[in-house]
């Protein structure tokens, strides 16, 4: 540690000033926010983000604003390397009261297991189109994979019920009694599946329920099949176990269903996870039974194989497509970790609330992991998913209304998508999302924009020009797409394709 108090102190006292490191061609980044690069380990800080209340010096590139007594000053990074990893460290010095100063390190640097995963490009485009909404920008959301109705009113008021009634206390890590029979019954009568209560997590959200099964699972070099295209965090997943994603290619031509041809060539001593998602996202296909039992023949041949069936969409679906969890098929309950959860059928996104079924020793893994992480779930929201499932079967009225809206406009953007020249559909069977083929247009220029590269650069035109904001198709594993969610009315959608049509055709 270096004393530095023999040396003029060019700060006010009492303030914290980050310095700039940036180059003066370069445009400042925001304070504290860090980039790095694996390859070259290099690292800045940056200081274009005016904080509210700060006091601004004369120098735009340092921001200084009022601080307690002992205070920081953040210095230009460097970095070490060791033959186990870099480390990003801050030079900072700490002024006291009198002057004086001490110069230390702070070593920054984040662990290899969150540096390998990616952010979630939905959860990305969903936050910036409701940042431009909320400036005055006429944005019409197509991106989040959300119901746009509200919750049936026999749920809310279990929920509401729950809090007068004081029922707002911690409950078993594994959920109530209560709910996990009623999952046991539901399970039972409307999948053919039978479990006990002990044979049930429930968990804030299904996202919580896989990520704890793949954790659960997964040793470090086992291999994670995921056939894309595949929700976006599958894989993020699978490297938060320290395992491998192994992403096998679906087509259009086949509405973008695994060939088992495919998956039998794959599979390695190494393979321990299968994750089927029924009906999909991001492309409402929907898995007959016949190809989930040739499915399940190739799985029993391979002993170290699971299978996680994500159904989180499995009332959302059309006729004459028809749901089979594939845990019902002969030989694979033993091997089948069911996922399921209350946030798209009910419209429930903000109860976050899902659970997990499957053999009891896996599911007690899944709770140990999940006592360390959050505990149980709400005790409110609970409540509220025993209502929904006594709503009858497969969700009863309430459901069977929001399934006849989303088909009504699935069939809108199916008719209206393919009256355009250069587009492919695969018809979705289930759950609201639309998985079209734009790759005709890529390639060319737009005014004002420039080249249109990739679904990215697609998905950034049409919201620059046409204010709708869709995901892109890489973020899903197939660039040749976008994602289009009909969780919206039918006016929005209307005047969504219309605007998307005029900048589509403002590229031919």
Known sequence: MQDSSDSPNPFPKGTIQLQQNTPPHQTPMAAFSLQTSSSSSIARLGSQTRFS?????????????????????????????????????????????????????????????????????????????????????????????????????????????????????????????????????????????????????????????????????????????????????????????DASPVILPTSISDNFLLDPKLLESKLTEKSRLLILCSPSNPTGSVYPKKLLQEIAQIVARHPRLLVISD?????????????????????????????????????MTGWRLGYLAGPKHFVAACGKIQSQFTSGASSISQKAAVAALG?????????????????????????SFGELSGVKISEPKGAFYLFIDVSSYYGTEAEGFGKIENSESLCRYLLDKGQVALVPGDAFGDDTCIRISYAASLTTLQAAVERIKIALFALK
């Open 311 to 347: 159904e989180i969409y499995e009332h959302i679906i059309y006729t004459p497509a028809t749901h089979t969890s594939f845990a019902s098929l002969p030989g694979m309950w033993e091997r089948t970790l069911t996922v399921n959860g209350f946030s798209k059928a009910f419209a």
């Open 53 to 241: 209340g700060a006091d601004l010096g004369p120098d735009p590139k340092s921001i200084g604003f009022p601080s307690h007594p002992r205070s920081s000053l953040v210095r230009p990074l460097k970095l070490t390397n060791s033959k186990s990893r870099s480390r990003a460290v801050v030079m900072a010095v700490a002024v006291s009261g009198n002057d004086q100063t001490q110069i230390t390190e702070v070593d920054i640097s984040l662990s290899p297991r969150v540096n390998s995963l990616k952010p979630s490009k939905t959860v990305a485009i969903t936050d910036q189109a409701t940042a431009l909404v909320q400036a005055g920008v006429p944005v019409i959301r197509l991106a989040a994979g959300e119901p746009d109705f509200d919750t049936p009113s026999v749920i809310a008021e279990a929920g509401i019920n729950a809090i007068r009634e004081g029922y707002t206390r911690y409950t078993p890590n594994a959920g109530t009694l209560e709910l996990r029979q009623a999952i046991c019954h539901k399970l039972k009568e409307e999948n053919g599946i039978s479990y006990t209560p002990d044979q049930i997590v429930v968990s804030n959200g299904a996202k919580q329920s896989i990520v704890q099964a793949v954790l659960a699972v997964c040793s470090p070099g086992d291999e994670v099949i995921i056939p894309a295209p595949f929700w976006v965090s599958y894989p993020e997943m699978a490297r938060l176990a």
């Open 391 to 415: 709503l009858g079967y497969a969700g009863g009225e309430a459901v069977s209304i929001m399934v006849k809206a989303f088909r009504e406009r699935r069939d809108f953007l199916v008719k």
